[in-house]
Nanobody, 125 residues
Framework: QVQLVESGGGLVQAGGSLRLSCAAS????????MGWFRQAPGKEREFVAA????????YYADSVKGRFTISRDNAKNTVYLQMNSLKPEDTAVYYC??????????????????WGQGTQVTVSS
């Protein structure tokens, strides 16, 4: 079992930055890939970014490439999402997720076994 707790969300103006954190407990985080997803009101949950268990491979949605950076610190069992140049369309609840069956599955939310409770990110124009 893995428990995930997100933090770092909030209200920011367009062009600003936020850093989200996802603290994992239970099975050591070095054993699984992790991802970030987001869900805006009335929309489906969508892939944002993912990172392999070692941190050596990262994946991004086209909409955030060049603005967001995913990283992890396995010693702290924590994954981060640095979000720069935020836009109003980035407004959503952001969720971290863990343990997809393989790196080919990292963009598919139904492939993840564990989810956090989410943290709200609101970007004002």
């Amino acid at each position: 079992q893995v428990q995930l707790v997100e933090s770092g969300g909030g209200l920011v103006q367009a062009g600003g930055s936020l850093r989200l954190s996802c603290a994992a407990s239970g099975r050591p985080s070095s054993r699984y890939a992790m991802g970030w997803f987001r869900q805006a009101p009335g929309k489906e949950r969508e892939f944002v970014a993912a990172i392999s268990w070692s941190g050596g491979s990262t994946y991004y949605a086209d909409s955030v490439k060049g603005r967001f950076t995913i990283s992890r610190d396995n010693a702290k069992n924590t994954v981060y999402l640095q979000m720069n140049s935020l836009k109003p369309e980035d407004t959503a609840v952001y969720y971290c997720a863990a343990d997809p069956p393989g790196l080919a599955s990292v963009a598919a939310p139904w492939e993840y076994d564990y989810w956090g409770q989410g943290t709200q990110v609101t970007v004002s124009s």
